[in-house]
């Protein structure tokens, strides 16, 4: 299971946007706000005002990738039952 983080405190430190991936669930990812890119990537959604560390450093850079983050997003919602 992916660690999750407080969305209201991760977004009140201004993290930086590297991107976003997905369609119909739009995931926008962030660099670390005291760690920076010495961390794995931060994965939001925000309209479930939900972010969790994806372990991954270079989501572009590896093929699935972005399909692994998608994945870690419906785990953490099916955990939640949201």
């Given at each position: 299971?992916?660690?999750?983080?407080?969305?209201?405190?991760?977004?009140?430190?201004?993290?930086?946007?590297?991107?976003?991936?997905?369609?119909?669930?739009?995931?926008?990812?962030?660099?670390?706000?005291?760690?920076?890119?010495?961390s794995p990537v931060i994965a939001v959604?925000?309209?479930?005002?939900?972010?969790?560390?994806?372990?991954?450093?270079?989501?572009?850079?590896?093929?699935?990738?972005?399909?692994?983050?998608?994945?870690?997003?419906?785990?953490?919602?099916?955990?939640?039952?949201?």
């Open positions: 299971m992916s660690k999750r983080y407080n969305y209201t405190k991760l977004m009140s430190r201004d993290p930086y946007k590297y991107g976003s991936i997905g369609i119909e669930d739009l995931i926008d990812l962030y660099e670390h706000p005291v760690y920076g890119e010495d959604q925000h309209e479930r005002q939900l972010a969790w560390n994806t372990g991954l450093y270079d989501p572009w850079g590896d093929d699935g990738d972005e399909e692994i983050i998608i994945e870690q997003m419906y785990e953490l919602l099916e955990d939640l039952e949201l």
